[in-house]
């Protein structure tokens, strides 16, 4: 498939530990620019299946193709995870000691961007994602929303290809949560980016141009909606 960012080929997971199967001889193409919900209870193998697509775990058997690269004989995927993939998760993972500012440039800090240019960049990444006015703030001092609103800007530093959340509006109420997820579909649609968004909710995912149902590690549907539909409507 030409347009084709990340294939999964066979991915099974099992973990020694109880012998529990994650995931199951699971196949699935994710296109360039697509929005993508995964949806599935806990337990599904959901979380797993995003974590090996992030390249942050590795399958029991299967392969993941980044770009058409098997991951498996990749020397550098800590590199590639790094430059071309940004992650959201449900706790934020912001260092309690940072700044807002100061958070979203530590992914930046093996890069080439000069000490000024990450703070100029870090800015205004917070402007887009309305967080400006809590630059100077460590995480103790923002609301949850706010927290989450710092994670995807942080998410965003190294200008990644594919941002890959997991349950972003988890650990929010239902206003907040709803302001998060324009955030993401905002993001979709003026960047162009590709988005995998992992959730237990079916409303949040049938807002997406393509809903993956997974259930007990394998794959029980894969719809995408009516070409012309927007996501977030």
Known sequence: MPDELLRADGLT???????VTALSAVDLSIRRGEFTAIVGKSGSGKSTLLHILGLLDAPTAGEVYFENRPVSRLSHADRVRAEKIGFVFQSFHLL????????????????????????VKAARLLAQVG??????????????????????????ANDPVL????????????????EILKLFFDLHRTTGMTVVLVTHDLKVAERAGRVVRIRDGRIESDQRRLVGASAGT
Do not use: C, F, W
């Not at 349950?167 to 929010?172: H, R, W």
């Open 131 to 156: 967080m400006s006015p809590r630059a100077g703030h460590l995480p103790h001092n923002m609301s949850v929303g706010e927290r989450q609103r710092v994670a995807i800007a942080r998410a965003l």
């Open 13 to 19: 997971k099992v973990y020694p530990d109880g012998n």
């Open 96 to 119: 309690p000691m940072l700044t807002a500012l100061e958070n979203v440039q530590v992914p930046m800090l093996e890069g080439p961007l000069a000490a000024k240019e990450r703070v």
């Open 163 to 178: 941002l890959l959340t997991d349950e972003p509006t988890g650990s929010l109420d239902s206003s907040t949560g709803e």
